[in-house]
């Protein structure tokens, strides 16, 4: 079969690990409580049966980061070198003592001994096929919920990315039906990485026997006819699929008005929601949705106050989740895991040859909101203790010093005439905005900065303004580039500011 030699789109790679996070974070809260029983708005309240953090995410994506880690390194997952390393961090955060362990799980990570904090793939697989061989059901859906970065490790050839979802799958779940699932969920997140839409689910069933793909058409058609909370079983594998796939397709993908504060991109949230209120397994189903619906709509489409918040095993941010995806991608097409400038996982992004790198001017309309470029990130001026970036920065850069981490935002803004650079734009600038306004809710003085503060800082500090002061978005635009000496907004984010303010 050809080899895809196409670059993958990094936002919508950056979104598989992170969607599936922010889902599973979402539904810890509200695990095996009934749809009936859960409220319309769900939001990372934390607790639930593991006791989680707001924001802390589940055993889903933990073992997830166990198996993009060997992704971001290049490993094959169909192989024991590949897989060896998977069984053995698996292991080490079994040994750590994870909150919350499925029961098949923890069953078969303790028949292989993993509480040592060691184990090999064919231990792993050797326990799984003994409880299957047992009569123990082996079809729960703690294979599913990890199998994003599979897509990942795999995006240059379908036919290796669905032998290696099968590999993964084995390693603790034995029974066909769940190498099966992983595999059409794999296809799919492969497929929305490459292509930008969520075809891959049911094309995925070309890579099963005939008779098999008969039956989860039949199971995929079910899922189209009804809401997720039909699918009330979804401990099992199927139904866990069945429920995810129905908060995708049922949930209406919002108009592009950003007038009205409506953009696409919102499908991505307001279906992870409709996952959750599935009831039961509530932050599986999510994760599972949520992995799709990244790889679909991109890093950029996640909800800046989820991104902030989400965190979990082992020590893990928002940053470590775009990092790995992005990597992880990138190996599996064929190139270094860091691009050009050290990025995604270079401590500091090299801007020495950029002019106006030390801009620093005060908002027009707040005294409390800095407008600068990048040095300032390095050397904060007095009194800011909240950062906004529009641009990216290097591990050592996040947060600022002085900052604390969850004060310290990083949006997916590319400076960029291009709709293919950002294909969300209105909705980030948006988000960018209410961040900067949020803050300074709380009493932060904020640092808003790109790498020059010439088109995203002016930007998103003229819809700070239209949001905040109720100013016309044109004047907002002409007095923030006022006090910024090289100010001149690229014509797309111009446009993006007077769409959002009904000005155009």
């Known amino acids: 079969m050809t080899r895809v030699t196409q670059r993958p789109d990094p936002d919508r790679a950056a979104g598989v690990l992170l969607g599936c996070a922010v889902g599973d974070a979402l539904g810890a809260g509200y695990e095996f409580t009934p749809a009936t029983s859960l409220p319309a708005a769900v939001d990372m309240i934390g607790g639930g049966v593991g006791g989680f953090a707001p924001g802390e995410w589940t055993d889903d994506t933990s073992m997830a980061i166990v198996a993009a880690e060997a992704a971001a390194a290049g490993l094959d997952l169909r192989s024991p070198a590949g897989l060896d390393p998977v069984a053995a961090g698996f292991a080490r955060w079994y040994a750590d003592g994870p909150k919350d362990v499925g029961v098949h799980t923890n069953t078969v990570l303790s028949a292989a001994g993993a509480r040592s904090g060691a184990a090999t793939a064919a231990q792993l697989r050797?326990?799984?096929?003994?409880?299957?061989a047992a009569g123990h059901p082996s079809a729960g859906n703690g294979a599913l919920m990890r199998t994003a970065p599979v897509a990942l490790a795999h995006l240059?050839?379908?036919?290796?990315?669905?032998?290696a979802a099968r590999a993964v799958s084995d390693l603790t779940h034995a029974d066909p039906v769940s190498a099966e699932a992983c595999l059409i969920w794999t296809l799919g997140i492969r497929h929305a990485v490459l292509h930008g839409?969520?075809?891959?689910?049911?094309?995925?069933?070309?890579?099963?026997?005939?008779?098999?793909?008969?039956e989860w058409a039949g199971l995929l058609d079910e899922a189209e006819n009804h809401d997720p909370a039909h699918f009330a079983s979804n401990g099992w594998v199927v139904h866990a699929l069945q429920a995810a796939w129905s908060a995708v397709c049922r949930t209406p993908?919002?108009?592009?008005?950003?007038?009205?504060?409506?953009?696409?991109?919102?499908?991505?949230?307001?279906?992870?929601?409709?996952?959750?209120?599935?009831g039961h397994d509530t932050d599986t189903v999510a994760a599972i949705a949520g992995s799709l619906l990244g790889a679909r709509w991109g890093a950029s489409a996640v909800p800046l106050t989820w991104r902030r918040r989400v965190h979990g095993w082992p020590g893990y941010t928002a940053r470590d989740l775009v990092r790995l995806g992005v990597q992880a991608?990138?190996?599996?097409?064929?190139?270094?895991?860091?691009?050009?400038?050290g990025w995604p996982s270079g401590a500091h992004v090299p801007y020495d040859d950029y002019p106006g790198r030390g801009t620093l001017a005060v908002h027009p309309h707040d005294e409390k909101v800095l407008l600068g470029g990048v040095d300032a990130v390095h050397d904060l001026p007095d009194g800011v203790d909240a950062v906004v970036s529009l641009c990216r920065l290097g591990a050592a850069e996040v947060p600022a010093t002085g900052v604390n981490a969850s004060d310290h935002v990083e949006v997916w803004l590319v400076d960029s005439n291009d709709p293919a650079s950002n294909p969300h734009l209105a909705y980030v600038i948006d988000q960018?905005?209410?961040?900067?306004?949020?803050?300074?809710?709380?009493?932060?003085?904020?640092?808003l900065h790109c790498v020059q503060a010439q088109s995203r800082t002016p930007s998103v500090?003229?819809?700070?303004?239209?949001?905040?002061?109720?100013?016309?978005?044109?004047?907002?635009l002409d007095e923030v580039c006022a006090v910024l000496p090289d100010a001149h907004p690229q014509q797309a984010l111009r446009n993006a500011v007077l769409d959002l303010g009904g000005a155009r």
């Open 461 to 476: 500090a003229a819809h700070y303004s239209v949001l905040t002061r109720g100013l016309h978005p044109r004047a907002a």
């Open 156 to 163: 240059d050839r379908p036919d290796t990315a669905a032998q």
């Open 253 to 278: 993908v919002p108009d592009l008005d950003p007038a009205r504060g409506s953009f696409p991109a919102q499908h991505l949230a307001h279906a992870v929601q409709a996952a959750v209120r599935a």
């Open 329 to 341: 991608a990138r190996r599996s097409t064929g190139r270094p895991t860091d691009d050009s400038a």
């Open 197 to 214: 839409d969520f075809g891959g689910v049911r094309g995925a069933l070309a890579h099963l026997p005939a008779d098999r793909a008969e």
């Open 126 to 132: 050797r326990a799984a096929q003994a409880r299957l």
């Open 432 to 447: 960018a905005a209410r961040a900067v306004a949020e803050l300074r809710a709380r009493g932060r003085s904020v640092l």
